[in-house]
């Protein structure tokens, strides 16, 4: 089946250390994502990447970092620069058309 | 900027009803796209449906349709016979149609949540 994993479903980490998301996708989409969820909002994208080697900030950059290295996996580092880490992250996917983005089933992350 | 607004945090419903979920938005652009995304609690965000701005149909999919006002800026989702599973999150999201840097991200509103009563 196509589609998009994250991994881990919940992730611990205490404050001070970096903390890699992983996003996989078989859908053999162009684009990747990353968004923010915190309660109350709505999603908040991070970084995007049209094509593999290239990725561009999204709105709230600051404190993370990416890379996109193939074409099937776009992880998220979280770093230690980031204030407010602990969030719902949600990793998306779409195609050259770039109608619709499909999402992941998220990663939930609690830094203490 | 692009902004979407759903101004109702919470509705709730009826089982086999139907209910109106309300969306609006600002932009100065003529061209783009809008999506109604679900939310359940396991938090898998689900398409619901899209709209093409520069179609003025509205789209239907099965008991979901939409009622776009263009003019209005304006883009409401239509929920016929509420079934227990429709319970959840929803979100309004807009995305250009212009391929220029950045342009390709969905902009969402802040969600509202959906209870089905039985």
């Known amino acids: 089946d196509g589609g998009i994993t994250q991994s881990p479903k919940y992730l611990f980490r205490k404050e001070g250390q970096n903390v890699t998301l992983s996003c996989e996708q078989n859908l053999n989409h162009d684009a990747m994502y990353w968004y923010r969820q915190d309660p109350g909002q709505g999603l908040r994208l991070i970084y995007y990447s049209q094509i593999v080697n290239d990725f561009q900030k999204g709105d709230i950059a600051e404190g993370y970092s990416v890379s996109r290295e193939k074409k099937e996996s776009f992880p998220l580092t979280v770093t230690s620069a980031q204030k407010n880490p602990t969030a719902f992250y949600l990793c998306?996917?779409?195609?050259?058309?770039?109608?619709?983005?499909?999402f992941g089933p998220g990663t939930r992350l609690t830094v203490t | 900027a692009q902004t979407v607004t759903q101004s109702q945090p919470e509705m709730s419903v009826q089982e086999a009803e139907t209910v109106t979920l309300s969306c609006t938005y600002d932009?100065?652009?003529?061209?783009?796209?809008l999506f109604w995304y679900k939310q359940p609690p396991s938090r898998q965000m689900i398409l619901v449906i899209r709209?093409?701005?520069?179609?003025?149909q509205n789209a239907t999919e099965n008991r979901f349709s939409v009622n776009f006002q263009k003019a209005a800026k304006s883009f409401s989702l239509k929920i016929s016979d509420s079934q227990l599973g429709d319970a959840a999150m929803y979100f309004c999201?807009?995305?250009?149609?212009?391929?220029?840097?950045?342009?390709?991200?969905?902009?969402f509103g802040k969600g509202m949540k959906l209870t089905v009563n039985p």
């Open positions: 709209q093409e701005a520069y179609k003025q």
């Open positions: 998306a996917s779409s195609d050259r058309r770039g109608y619709e983005q499909y």
């Open positions: 999201a807009y995305r250009s149609a212009y391929r220029t840097g950045g342009s390709e991200k969905l902009v």
């Open positions: 932009t100065s652009e003529s061209d783009y796209y």
